[in-house]
């Protein structure tokens, strides 16, 4: 599970762009993730350009 | 809202970029009847871009320009080499105008374009989000739609999605766009006011401690006022985008003294295009698709083009009643003939000059300084260009790429 500092995310959707089990999605709110779907791969956190995403660990 | 719109439309598309937007007008003038969807509240805002354009390009889009969305003329490009060395890239306006470059306002570009569609009978909504695409017998038959928190159906022959990178629609139609991190740029820009730059040129400045796998670009949109941003491969360094872009601005005084109005991020598709791009009803468009130049990551023409042949295909399926992913195909053969086979060759190139050193990319630099590549091939010959290349075994695979 992915958390997001809603502070620094420019909700430019990048993250979403990358995820490969099409776990996030870019709402009006910003970046959602599916609990379900979420897989930790870690891939958004790396390619995010304002490093907004950190991992929860919860499925580590 | 949902009393301004129809209970069906022929075609519908998803998102009013460059691509939405041209698909729209296209297929409205070819007498469809059409809705176009934007989930932001603001079409062209905020942009993810760093708004150069080529004259070349508004001709192909048979756009014309206008100064209301013209920031500035730009005749050349300066590339710098990790030592500060430079080589220039001319654009010759002696020849033709064709070579002259542009750096537009897409705030108001955008919206032109979904005013453009809208006058040609398309009808826009916007802050309003596709919740979900409804299906009839497995078939794409329309969208689910959400405007301030109420939800309804819309019917359509054919979806357009050109709803972005994030290709959401895409996937959920079953159409395989999620990218490699290593086919994706990290990027993020500053528009920057009150720096000391080039008015005329843009600048692109490489090097593997500056942007590693990508370049940082400054493109003018006033004398004192510039987009200032960078793309790196995430699969080269551990250090996000804006760490880097903060460093290079940081190391520059004419850049450190200077405000920002204005801040963005991306992501910017370099290669994974999609060999199929269609499926029963539904048709993929734009950065969507990947449908981007690889070298400098540019998709405003590209996405328009795709955006018009993907209407034109559209119009033509539902003429003949026929809107099967085979019948939607001839976009599919039409994109790889028209636009595909020339960026695949280019994404090629990419890969070749990202591979290239420091020392590279500084030997190149030296060997050429000052002068202007174009302007000496054309003078000394490309011989002269290619012995210079043949000097290094990585500037020889270069060379076979350009030459």
Redesign the interface.
């Known amino acids: 599970m992915i958390r997001v500092d809603r502070k620094v995310c420019l909700r430019c959707g990048g993250c979403v762009a990358v995820c490969p089990h099409s776990a996030l999605r870019l709402t009006e709110h910003g970046i959602i993730c599916d609990e379900e779907k979420c897989k930790d791969c870690g891939i958004c956190i790396e390619f995010c350009p304002v490093k907004a995403l950190e991992s929860r660990g919860d499925k580590e | 809202m949902k009393d301004f719109i129809d209970e069906s439309y022929d075609m519908i598309v998803v998102g009013a970029g460059p691509a939405g937007s041209a698909a729209a007008m296209t297929a409205a003038k070819a007498g469809l009847n059409v809705l176009m969807v934007e989930?932001r509240a603001e079409i062209g805002c905020?942009k993810?871009c760093g708004e150069g354009i080529s004259e070349n390009g508004f001709e192909r889009m048979g756009i014309k320009k206008n100064e209301k969305w013209l920031n500035r003329k730009i005749t050349g490009t300066n590339i710098y080499a990790p030592n500060g060395k430079s080589v220039k890239v001319l654009f010759d306006p002696t020849t033709s105008d064709n070579y002259t470059g542009w750096i537009i306002e897409r705030k108001m570009f955008d919206k032109m374009l979904a005013d453009m569609a809208a006058k040609s009978g398309a009808k826009i909504l916007t802050?309003t989000?596709v919740v979900s695409l409804l299906r009839e017998n497995e078939k794409i038959s329309g969208v689910r739609l959400e405007f301030n928190g109420r939800q309804w159906d819309v019917r359509a022959k054919i979806v357009i999605a050109a709803d972005?990178?994030?290709?959401?629609i895409a996937?959920e139609a079953g159409l395989e766009t999620?990218?490699?991190?290593s086919e994706?740029i990290?990027?993020?820009q500053f528009e920057m006011s009150n720096i000391d730059i080039d008015p005329d040129s843009i600048e692109l400045y490489f090097g593997n401690e500056i942007a590693p796998g990508g370049y940082v670009w400054i493109f003018p949109k006033s004398e004192h006022r510039a987009n200032v941003g960078i793309g790196i491969r995430?699969t080269m360094t551990?250090k996000?985008?804006?760490?880097y872009l903060n460093e290079f601005i940081n190391s520059r005084p004419g850049l450190k003294k200077g405000s920002i109005l204005e801040?963005?991020?991306?992501?910017v598709?370099v290669g994974g295009f999609l060999d199929s791009m269609v499926c029963d009803n539904f048709i993929v468009a734009g950065d969507a698709a990947h449908q981007v130049n690889p070298i400098h990551g540019g998709g405003i023409v590209e996405s328009f083009l795709a955006g018009r042949m993907a209407a034109e295909t559209a119009a033509e399926a539902i003429k003949k009643g026929d809107m099967s992913k085979e019948a939607l195909s001839v976009y599919d053969d039409r994109w790889w003939k028209e636009r595909g086979k020339r960026l695949k060759k280019i994404q090629k190139l990419r890969e070749v000059v990202e591979k290239l050193s420091d020392d590279d990319l500084n030997f190149l630099a030296e060997e050429l300084e000052g002068s202007d590549i174009v302007g000496f091939a054309r003078a000394e010959g490309f011989g002269k260009l290619a012995k210079i290349l043949m000097k290094r075994p990585k500037l020889i695979l270069l060379a076979r790429k350009l030459l």
């Open positions: 989930k905020p993810r802050k989000e972005g990178i994030e290709s959401r996937r999620t990218s490699k991190l994706f990290s990027a993020v995430k551990s996000s985008a804006i760490k801040v963005n991020a991306g992501g598709p």
